[in-house]
C-alpha cells in the first residue's frame, strides 16, 4: 500500500520560512517523480514544484514561487521536501505531494499539510 505523508505546516508569519516535509513507504522512490502541488479555499489545485522526468530529474518551480520555493529530495529516507521562504500571504493552502510513475500524470497523493501565512 503506498502512502505519501505530509508535514510540517503551521502558522507562520509573511516573511517567514517552514520546510515541508513527505514521506513516501510502499513505492520504490527513486522510479516515481516527486512533486509539491497546493489548494487554497475556493481555488483549483495549483502546481507547485516537481522534478523534470527523464535522466537528472532536475527540480523546477512554478513561477508563482520561484526564488523563494526549493524542492529537494533524500533518496535513502524516500523523502521529498518544500522549503519555503520569504511567505507572503497568498502561499497560504493546503500543501500536497505527489508521486508520479510516467509523464502522464501523478499516481499517488498525500493527505496534504496546513500552511497559513499571517500579514
Known amino acids: 500500500q503506498v502512502q505519501l505523508v505530509e508535514s510540517g505546516g503551521r502558522l507562520v508569519k509573511a516573511g517567514g520560512s517552514l520546510r515541508l516535509s513527505c514521506v513516501a513507504s510502499?513505492?520504490?522512490?527513486?522510479?516515481?517523480?516527486m512533486a509539491w502541488f497546493r489548494q487554497s479555499p475556493g481555488k483549483e489545485r495549483e502546481f507547485v514544484a516537481a522534478?523534470?522526468?527523464?535522466?537528472?530529474?532536475?527540480?523546477y518551480t512554478s513561477h508563482s514561487v520561484e526564488g523563494r520555493f526549493t524542492i529537494s529530495k533524500d533518496n535513502a529516507k524516500n523523502t521529498v521536501y518544500l522549503q519555503m521562504n520569504s511567505l507572503k500571504p497568498e502561499d497560504t493552502a493546503i500543501y500536497y505531494c505527489?508521486?508520479?510513475?510516467?509523464?502522464?500524470?501523478?499516481?499517488?497523493w498525500g493527505q496534504g499539510t496546513q500552511v497559513t501565512v499571517s500579514s
Open positions: 505527489a508521486a508520479g510513475s510516467s509523464p502522464a500524470g501523478y499516481d499517488y
Open positions: 510502499g513505492l520504490t522512490f527513486a522510479n516515481y517523480v
Open positions: 522534478f523534470s522526468w527523464g535522466s537528472g530529474g532536475s527540480p
